[in-house]
């Protein structure tokens, strides 16, 4: 079963939610997520604001155009 998708808006909407709250476990539990989960976003979003996130979904969008195709296919190691 696939999961909820959170934008990065999102989580560090959540992030900052549970750095107020007396643990991450009622945040985790609330928003459905596993700890894995939880503690992967932290890490990556730890601290950014929105130019943060700005800049890193443009890097993510910059990385995805240039592993895809013409047509959207993925091409990887053709050379």
């Given amino acids: ?3 909820k998708r959170y ?3 999102q989580i560090v909407k959540i992030l900052r939610e549970a750095e107020k709250a007396d643990s991450a476990r009622e945040v985790i539990r609330r928003y459905d997520v596993t700890e894995q989960t939880f503690y992967r976003w932290k890490k990556v979003y730890a601290g950014m604001k929105g130019p943060d996130i700005k800049k890193l979904k443009a890097m993510q969008e910059d990385d995805r155009a240039q592993l ?3 047509h ?3 091409v990887v190691g053709l050379v």
Avoid: C, N, T
Wanted: charged content about 15%.
């Fill in 1 to 3: 079963m696939k999961g």
């Fill in 68 to 70: 895809s195709g013409p």
């Fill in 72 to 74: 959207g296919v993925l």
């Fill in 7 to 9: 934008s990065p808006e």
